[in-house]
């Protein structure tokens, strides 16, 4: 594996408030302290899935923010397992190995709730679920698996179509 993918699963329900704190460049809110509050899918990494139910997310780091542009430079090293990347893995119920991640499993639902936010950037490689503009609230989500964060909804009911 040339990067470290942090691999989670994530469920749903609640509402979106102003209180949405995100970082300049990166997708993902939070601190090594406090854990993550939200995610932004935007146009993310090439190999990211997203089923609009269940989704994976790659993380953050492994770009060179120093030169070009900050947001889709290529990958020039693997991503490590601090930061943001932490943040986000500290809301999974498993106890997390740095090296190997964690799989919460069955037990997926005692995860941290984390509000997660699409994108109409998003629309780059998954235009049926992005917003035609902006951003759109989806929900809270749990992360289920670390190590290349894989996110469902869970919900019962159907997705219904905003666009």
Known sequence: ??????????????????????????????????????????????????????????????????????????????????RFNLALAMTCAAKLDKKNGADAGDDWQKSRPIRVVRGEKLGMHHPEFAPAKGQRYDGLYKVVKVCVYIIIDEREEPRVSCN
């Open 1 to 82: 594996m040339t990067n470290l993918q942090l691999q989670a699963y994530i469920v749903r329900p609640i509402s979106y408030s102003s209180f949405n704190p995100s970082p300049p460049v990166g997708g993902i809110a939070g601190g090594e302290k406090t854990g993550c509050q939200s995610i932004v899918l935007a146009a993310g990494y090439p190999e990211d899935k997203d089923g609009g139910e269940e989704f994976t997310y790659t993380g953050s780091g492994g770009r060179d923010l120093k030169t070009g542009n900050k947001r889709t430079s290529s990958q020039t090293s693997d991503q490590a397992m601090d």
